[in-house]
């Protein structure tokens, strides 16, 4: 495996029920992110999926500190982040950036599209007047949009050209790790693929690391190297993107991909149908939480958490069957054999 | 190295995307400035303040009399061409005497609003900005909140005394809790918003966060609700003047003109009229204004 | 005879005769047992035809021209109140957002008995039999103890069981479902979209279903209707739609969607976006974004022309698309 | 005959324990409940009213005071002297105007009804102080007298009996039906002589507000309105069905000046402001139609009036004022006039304001609640002009008039001349001499300008044209009143 | 739902204990003291400085804060020094009034502001609707002192139809106790009116605009069923809200109105106890005045909680 860039170790993070008095012990708190394993080598593409509240999000803004971690560790380049102080971090938010789901909530309406990019050129006080400007204007470039857009305001672009605002306000620090958490989910598919191909043009040409995070499974086979499946603050299954999508291993991962309708009519589908919701993060099961819902589960399955493995082709699942052999991985089959070549 | 941004060639990237037609230029204040005047209560309520206004700010040289200058000979005289709107005990204009009550009124008004917009923010914004101080900011607020405020501004105007100062203080004091309650509701909204943390990712200290993020994009119901500060200020002035604990004579205030015509309601009533009226025209207009913003700056509840 | 038949339909925004519209000229059928899907991307109208059809367009939305024949009367004709009494009875819809569609303090049994109460007269007894009847139906567990929840105890999914209860309560002739799986999981969208073919298949009822999703269309539909700022831009059956589409818009839109087969090939784009209601191009709304576009595209509405026996197109030059560039889609 | 008489007042009493309050509006109600040994008669001196009359030892230090016998307190029981020792010597603790009882060595009973007073110097004014009415030496029941301030039972032996008090809204009395009038008079007589109640009750309402005092007045819901202001007295006066008294003069209105606080405390800046102010317009506008233009120290109809240092009295001169202003210490800098929220005080420091910006001086005002005001106005800091009414003061004559500014009470620095003329006042008892005396103090009050006496006021009291027989007096006497049914 | 009440009712010590100590506050910077209301004009300081020490107001403020405390915490709120009497029943024996002048308002103001203001939003955009908010924009902007004077002149002075204030009781005269609340309170209702109404308005819009109200219009159901059954009950929410905040206001502007009405209040008492320095009226009323606003809350919280099943979760 090449350079590991980023990393999370027994990554945990716990919501704790607010209130200064009255503060119940019986209260429990959100286990949004527990216990996650997840290394990112430069340059690669990581999809993290998972069911809405499964904590992917959380585990994005972990990755940035934005969110500070209950426990475990976050090493970039060989450095916890959760050590830094708080210069330090300033620093390393150079090289770690985000970019948000919602086109329109991730710009401040009372800037202008310049000011938006340039905001960090501001807050790093790295350029000011004409070369600001200018390095505005280059970014405008980048992403594709005219230099005559930093006089306008965001409310006038569209879903999709507000999306490349915030991408260009991500790169103006030239950073190397980019989450990009849900960020085409809120687009229609015809702008949805500008922004992804985009994206991608952006890692080939400045050689740039993702974490990307979305819960359209096509979306994330399309863009990911490695796809990481979460289930309720776990990561369930890590593999390669072709490896995960043809052969799923875990229960949930088959689940999940067989939930998906197919693209054409004349496709076939056998569907494994997953009974009943996904429980509450408040709630977690015992054993294997996905243990409730899985149709092979057994008694060691109820009792016993398993942890992520690493089982045949590099890949890692968190399943006692697999890693016992009594589930057999399947032969990789395309989940939508029928499907119009 | 990853080679930089500044220097990436743009050929390689989609041309689908380059210059797309572009939304002609306009300010968001412009277009905030344009819908305000396409409204019709604001139109009207801003009119209304605006004559007041003008009649406050040239109170000297519109004024027909002093509003001070005393004429016995002449009290209490009904409304005449000489005196439009009669005169009081003292034989004094009332129209003179409104007109530069306006400008007091207002004077005080405003400065209710400074006061609360001030400390009403900064409260507001601490508390939800910085979660720590909340609990602590909100309590004081709710305990100053559990007084009625028109009670918290007589016991405070009482206590220290009838003065301009210590009637703009009480107004504040009394108004300062809501307000800051409805700061600390809208940075609470913000501040979860992404574009603030995306913000926090790129390494913006607090103080940059909180006004230039938060704080800018939390000012519509404050503004709206400073409006309805501004007249609730001036019908509160009116009640402490009424009550004997507002600015000392001579000053003309609305409340001060109807407080001394009280005692000849009958004999007299245009004493007490008038600036009723007018108080009643500055707060309708007032009111109408806050509607007005309401309905441009917080689009949920347009009509 | 067909169960809906709708006729040059054109929805507005506001008064007066240069009111923008965000729907124009449309016009479809649909029979009984069939399932039409809605496709187009967001704002496309496919939500105001819902609601125009339904007679819920609220000011300054409206309708100002076209008709709406249902089971063979014009429910446009009577005027509100008889188009009223047709809700809740022959029409019936399910939204997207299953989190605010249901009275949030209003207990659950009670959503559901009060379309039988008061659109099918029975008496209070009746009535829950008849709900836990239709919780069953729906696959909620535990029905009867679920008359007395209120909205918020139940999850996303629950949510939207319940509303396909509310709207099968009065077994309507045809149920219009707003992007019913929008906002859920994929689990549980394939959940809900199995349950809806459950029922529509089993009562036989017309299904309208608006989706933007063409994964759902290819599961569901019988027939496919694509929307494009507010005209009908094709409409075929669906095999048709997947293996021929004609209109370059339906084209480019099928190209643009990453398939989890296929893998990290360059996606086809389509530049620019969806116009806003009042600033549509003259000709073919879908020219300034066409890469065939000619001249005569943008003189006047192309018209919606058959081209074969299960599919109309409003191109000018259909297909043209793949002709030129045959064997990229 | 019978019947309830309602009548309006501007405010309830802070007490009704006459002991401890001198407030006006509790006299009002404490005088129909309660008695003293010698009362003011209607031209204010002193005559017997629970006592049937007094010997002065030869010395004048003893005063033997024989009590009326079969004068029963409301709770029934007959006052004896031992009543009239707890009262003095109650009032001698606690009372609010110890003045009054200073003089006092010792109280004790010699019969039944014979009560001796022995004093420690001869007083010119003893049976004056043991009448007044300003916070009356009240006698109680020797069980209530034993109690501390406020906590008594209303008890008394007046012609009408405490029923209810209930704060802000009113004070009933009712008819003491074992009440015996005073023998030793026909008639009523100020606030002795014989007290007749021809009503069943009385009720003290308290109305605040000026205009719905008289609209209660001409609703019927009051008979009798305490004060209205002059243009509502003339438009009652046209109506037949109401009667205006005019109580006039009632009191001084004063404007104190300060002279321990510069700039007041220049006796050229004091003149400067008399001569500045013209009296007719600040008694107009602050008493319309019920004033009085005189600038004697007692009330113009006074054995004791004369007209010493009466030329300084409204000059209504600017260019006499600048003059002495010029000659004052006066640098521009602002003076402090205070008054508490009483219309017609305000009114008057308005006036002063306006006319004293003509000759240059800038004066602020600060209006604040009685309590605030008198607190200020009784230290030698914070203020310049201090304005209100005397009213007990001249009705209880010149020797209560002086007291307020003997040793600087009332201006805050001790006149020496002053002082000396009230001694002397107080030792002798030789009218001609004190006439003379009082003359003095007039000239010396003018000349070192102690205080401003802006003029007399009144009051307009207003009955309904119902009540019969109500001759108008400082309090609104409700004995020998009748009602019309 | 206990639980939610124990919490909410655990929440209001705090504030409770933060009213009392900025009742002291104000009593430590105020000027002046009660011995001047006994007093008369030409009184000496000498005269003062006895009555003071009387009244034992010589002690030092945080010797007489620590016994405040010690008895408030036993139910006495203390002596007042005017009226000589304990000041809970002082206020005790006004506080009817003041709870019946606020509460007719209340309904008054409830009661028509709702019902105007739901006929405005149902009727959003038309002249009845203009005309009904323009109504209530006027009501809201009135000054209610002028108005109480205004309606004494009109209706007592000129039209001699009802009593231009004092207070009769209730048991005494049911006719004249009526008759004497007319005025007063509408006084104290035409501004909550305004407000009320604006309220409703702006809450029905909301909630006539949610999903869910799309809802119940696509299930047939009538107009006004679904204005009454689903609209009305979610838009009481924000409705209750004010109500809670009105009920605070009106007992502050009760003070007012008792004050031109001349009516025994505990606004009144209030008033006077701080005009005359009477500290342990002003402290007891104060405090009291809170413990009402704040129980009215709890109601409304718990209205709340009955009325939308979400916020017991919270
Ligand atoms: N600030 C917070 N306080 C309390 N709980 C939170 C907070 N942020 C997230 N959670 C909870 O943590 C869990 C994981 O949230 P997260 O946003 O990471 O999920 P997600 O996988 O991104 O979901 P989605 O697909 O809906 O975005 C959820 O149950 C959420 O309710
Ligand atoms: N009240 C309104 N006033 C003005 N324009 C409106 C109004 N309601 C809807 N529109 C416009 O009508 C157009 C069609 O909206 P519609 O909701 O039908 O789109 P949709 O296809 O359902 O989109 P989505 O996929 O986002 O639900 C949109 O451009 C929308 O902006
Ligand atoms: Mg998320
Ligand atoms: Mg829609």
Redesign the pocket.
């Known amino acids: 495996m090449t350079e590991i860039l980023i990393e999370a170790r027994r990554l945990v993070k716990h ?1 704790e029920p607010r209130g200064l008095f009255l503060k119940k012990k019986s209260e429990a708190a ?1 286990r ?2 527990d216990g996650v394993d997840l290394a990112i080598a430069a340059k690669e593409t990581v999809g993290l999926v ?10 994005g803004r972990l990755f940035l500190r934005l969110l500070e971690p209950t426990s475990g560790q976050i090493l970039h380049k060989g450095r916890d982040l959760v050590s830094l102080t708080p210069k330090e971090l300033e620093e390393r938010r150079r090289d770690l950036q985000i970019v948000f789901q919602d086109p329109f909530g991730s710009l401040n309406p009372r800037m202008s599209v310049g000011a938006i990019i340039g905001e960090p050129f501001a807050i790093h006080r790295l350029a000011k007047g004409a070369e600001r400007e200018r390095r505005v204007a280059r970014l405008l470039d980048l992403v594709g949009l005219p230099r005559a857009a930093a006089d306008r305001y965001p409310h006038q672009f569209s879903g999709g050209q507000r999306q490349r605002i915030g991408i260009a306000r991500a790169l103006a620090l030239e950073p190397q790790f980019l989450v990009c958490d ?1 960020a085409v989910s809120a687009l229609d598919v015809s702008v949805q693929a500008q922004v992804i191909n985009l994206l991608q043009d952006l890692q080939r040409e400045l050689g740039l690391t993702y974490l990307f ?1 979305s ?1 359209n499974l096509s979306v994330v086979r399309h863009i990911s190297d490695r796809v990481a499946v ?1 289930y309720l ?1 776990r990561i369930v299954e890590l593999a390669d993107a072709d490896i995960l999508f043809k052969a799923p291993a875990h229960p949930y991962t088959r689940a999940l991909l067989s939930a998906i309708p197919p693209g054409h009519p004349r496709a076939k589908r056998d569907r494994e149908k997953l009974k009943g919701d996904v429980p509450s ?1 408040l709630a977690i099961p015992q054993g294997c939480r996905f243990a409730p819902r899985c149709r092979f589960a057994v008694e060691r399955c109820r009792s016993e958490d398993p942890a992520l493995s690493i089982i045949a082709d590099g890949r890692s699942v968190a399943c006692h069957l697999v890693a016992d052999g009594s589930l057999s991985v399947p032969p990789r089959l395309s989940p939508h054999s029928g499907a119009a070549a | 190295m990853p080679p930089s941004i500044q220097g990436c060639a743009l050929s390689s990237l989609d041309t689908n995307l380059a210059h797309e037609a572009l939304p002609e230029r306009q300010s968001p204040f412009l277009l905030f400035a344009r819908r305000l005047l396409g409204n019709r209560a604001f139109v009207i309520g801003g009119s209304l303040f605006l004559i007041v206004l003008v009649l406050a700010v040239f109170a000297d040289q519109i004024a027909p009399f002093k509003p001070n200058a005393n004429n016995f000979r002449a009290r209490l005289e009904a409304p005449s061409a000489m005196h439009w709107f009669g005169t009081d005990h003292f034989g004094r204009d009332i129209l003179s005497r409104a007109i530069h009550g306006g400008r007091l009124s207002l004077f005080i008004g405003l400065s209710v609003v400074l006061f609360t917009g001030v400390f009403g923010t900064l409260i507001g914004a601490a508390s939800g900005y910085f979660r720590r101080l909340d609990n602590i900011l909100m309590r004081i607020m709710d305990a100053l909140m559990a007084f009625p405020a028109i009670l918290l501004a007589i016991t405070v105007a009482a206590t220290l005394g009838a003065s301009v100062q210590n009637v703009i203080l009480a107004l504040g004091i009394a108004t300062t809790p809501h307000t800051a309650r409805i700061v600390r509701a809208s940075v609470l909204v913000v501040r979860e918003m992404e574009f603030v943390e995306a913000a926090r990712a790129l390494g913006a200290s607090h103080m940059r966060i909180l006004f230039r993020h938060i704080l800018a994009n939390a000012m519509a119901p404050l503004i709206v609700r400073l409006t309805y500060v501004f007249a609730s200020a001036i019908l509160a002035e009116a009640l402490l003047s009424y009550i004997g604990v507002g600015p000392p004579p001579p000053a003309a205030t609305f409340g001060g003109i109807i407080a001394n015509g009280r005692d000849f309601m009958v004999e007299a009533p245009w004493v007490t009229l008038f600036p009723g009226l007018i108080i009643l025209i500055v707060v309708l207009g007032l009111n109408l204004l806050g509607d007005g913003l309401r309905d441009v700056l917080d689009p949920r509840i347009r009509v | 005879m067909s169960m809906l038949k709708v006729e040059n339909l054109t929805t507005v925004v506001g008064s007066g005769v240069s009111a923008p519209s965000v729907l124009e000229d449309v016009s479809f059928t649909l029979d009984a047992g069939e399932v039409l899907c809605v496709v187009g991307e967001s704002g496309s109208g496919k939500s105001m035809l819902a609601l125009t059809i339904m007679g819920l367009l609220g000011f300054p939305v409206r309708r100002a021209s076209g008709r709406i024949i249902l089971d063979g009367d014009d429910i446009t004709a009577g005027g509100a109140s008889a188009w009223r009494q047709r809700r809740g009875r022959d029409l019936s819809m399910i939204f997207q957002e299953p989190m605010t569609s249901l009275n949030p303090i209003m207990r659950v049994g009670e959503q559901i008995g009060e379309v039988l109460r008061m659109r099918k007269g029975m008496g209070a007894d009746t009535a829950r039999r008849r709900a836990i009847e239709l919780l069953e139906r729906v696959e909620i567990p535990a029905a009867s103890s679920r008359l007395a929840a209120f909205p918020h105890e139940l999850s996303g999914g629950m949510r939207q069981r319940v509303m396909i209860a509310v709207a099968l309560a009065a077994e309507p002739k045809l149920l219009i479902a707003d992007e019913p799986t929008t906002a859920l999981d994929v689990t549980i969208q394939a959940q809900i979209l199995d349950l809806l073919r459950d029922i529509q298949a089993e009562s036989g009822m017309a299904l309208m279903l608006i989706t933007h999703d063409l994964g759902v269309v290819a599961e569901m539909a019988h027939k496919v209707m694509v929307l494009y700022a507010g005209r009908v831009a094709e409409m075929a059956d669906v095999e048709t739609v997947f293996d021929a589409p004609s209109h370059p818009y339906t084209q480019a839109l099928l190209a643009s969607i990453p398939s989890l087969d296929s893998g990290g090939d360059r996606l086809v784009t389509i530049p620019g976006s969806v116009p806003g209601v009042g600033l549509m191009p003259k000709g073919c709304r879908f020219a300034p974004r066409c890469p065939h576009v000619k001249d005569d595209c943008r003189s006047g509405p192309p018209p919606l022309a058959m081209l074969g026996p299960a599919q109309r197109v409003a191109c000018l030059r259909p297909f043209g698309y793949v002709r030129r560039e045959e064997g990229r889609v | 005959a019978g019947g309830e008489i309602v009548i309006a007042s501007v405010q309830g009493p802070p007490s009704l324990d006459a002991h401890v309050t001198n407030a006006q509006v509790a006299r009002n109600i404490t005088l129909h409940i309660y008695e003293t040994l010698y009362a003011r008669n209607e031209n204010a001196e002193p005559v017997p009213d629970l006592a049937e009359g007094v010997s002065v030892s030869d010395d004048g230090l003893t005063y033997t005071f024989k009590l009326r016998q079969g004068v029963k307190f409301h709770n029934g029981k007959e006052m004896t002297s031992a009543d009239v020792v707890a009262s003095i010597e109650r009032y001698r603790k606690i009372g609010v105007s110890p003045a009054l009882v200073a003089a006092i060595d010792t109280v004790s009973a010699v019969s039944p009804y014979e009560v001796a007073i022995k004093l420690k110097v001869k007083q010119s004014v003893f049976l004056d102080n043991i009448s007044s009415p300003r916070a009356p030496i009240a006698i109680y029941p020797a069980e209530e007298a034993a109690k501390g301030a406020n906590e008594i039972q209303y008890i008394g032996t007046g012609p009408f009996k405490f029923v209810e008090y209930k704060p802000d809204s009113h004070v009933t009395l009712e008819k003491f039906a074992d009440y015996v009038p005073n023998p030793a008079y026909q008639k009523r007589d100020g606030l002795a002589g014989k007290k007749e109640v021809l009503i069943d009750r009385v009720t003290f309402r308290f109305i605040p507000e000026a205009g719905a005092r008289t609209a209660a007045l001409e609703s019927g819901a009051v008979q009798i309105v305490e004060t209205v202001d002059g243009p509502t007295a003339e438009r009652l006066r046209k109506d037949s069905k109401y009667v205006v008294h005019d109580v006039l003069p009632f009191a001084f209105q004063v404007i104190k000046l300060n002279h321990a606080q510069a700039p007041s405390d220049d006796v050229n800046f004091r003149k400067a402001v008399q001569a500045a102010l013209d009296m007719q317009e600040v008694m107009e506008i602050s008493y319309s139609g019920i004033n009085q233009v005189d600038g004697g120290w007692v009330f113009p109809k006074s054995a004791f009036a004369n007209d010493a240092g009466l030329d300084q009295y409204n000059v209504a001169d600017f260019d006499k004022a600048k003059e002495f202003l010029s000659k004052s210490s006066y640098k521009g800098e602002t003076v402090t006039f205070i008054t508490d929220n009483l219309r017609p005080n305000v009114d008057i420091a308005t006036v002063v304001q306006a006319r004293l910006a003509e000759i240059g001086v800038k004066v602020d005002i600060k209006v604040a609640d009685w309590p605030t005001t008198s607190k200020i106005g009784f230290t030698k800091t914070g203020w310049n002009f201090w304005t209100h009414g005397f009213g007990i003061e001249p009705f209880e004559g010149p020797g209560t008039v002086m007291s307020a500014f003997v040793g600087g009470n009332a201006q805050m620095v001790a006149d020496p001349e002053i002082d000396r003329i009230a001694k002397e006042f107080y030792a002798t008892l030789d009218d001609a001499k004190k006439k003379e005396l009082f003359k003095q103090f007039q000239q010396r009050m003018y000349d070192n300008m102690v205080a401003i006496k802006a003029g007399n006021y009144g009051l307009f009291q207003v009955t309904s044209d119902k009540v019969k027989d109500f001759v108008p007096f400082r309090i609104p006497r409700m004995w020998g009143v009748t009602l019309a049914p | 739902m206990r639980d939610y009440l124990l919490r909410r009712l655990i929440s209001v010590v705090p504030v409770l204990f933060l009213v009392s100590l900025m009742s002291f506050a104000v009593i430590w910077i105020i000027p002046g003291d009660p011995t001047a209301a006994f007093l008369d004009a030409s009184s000496t300081p000498e005269d003062v400085a006895r009555l003071r020490e009387m009244l034992g107001l010589d002690k030092p403020p945080l010797v007489q804060m620590a016994e405040w405390y010690g008895r408030v915490l036993t139910g006495d709120l203390g002596q007042s020094i005017l009226l000589r009497i304990p000041v809970l029943s002082a206020i005790l024996e006004r506080l009817p009034l003041t709870l019946l002048l606020a509460t007719l308002a209340l309904i008054l103001a409830v009661g028509l502001g709702v019902a105007a203001g739901t006929f405005a939003a149902t009727r959003r955009g038309t002249w009845a609707d203009q005309s009904v908010m323009s109504l209530a924009l006027l009501g809201l902007s009135v000054p209610d002192f002028w108005l109480g004077l205004l309606l004494i002149v009109v209706f007592s002075v000129q039209l001699g139809w009802l009593p231009s204030g004092g207070y009769v009781p209730l048991l005494d005269d049911p006719l004249g106790w009526a008759k004497s609340m007319v005025l007063p309170t509408i006084t104290l209702a035409v501004v909550q009116v305004g407000f009320i109404a604006r309220m409703t308005r702006s809450a029905m819009l909301d909630v006539i605009s949610q999903d869910f109200m799309r809802t119940a219009d696509s299930k047939g159901l009538s107009g006004l069923y679904i204005i009454l059954r689903h609209g009305l009950p979610n838009a009481m929410m924000p409705i209750l809200t004010v109500t809670g905040i009105i009920a605070g206001a009106l007992l502050g502007s009760a003070v007012v109105v008792e004050q031109v009405f001349a009516l025994p209040g505990v606004g009144r008492l209030i008033i006077g106890g701080i005009l005359s320095r009477d500290y342990p009226i002003i402290q007891g009323g104060l405090l009291f005045l809170t413990v009402i606003y704040l129980l009215i809350n709890l109601v409304v919280d718990l209205l709340y909680a009955t009325i939308d099943p979400r916020v017991r979760l919270e």
Do not use: D, Q, R, W
Request: glycine share 20%; aromatic share 4%.
């Open positions: 919501f959100v949004a992110v998972g069911e809405s509240g499964c904590g992917k999000s959380t585990v849900e995070i819960h979460m603050g993060p």
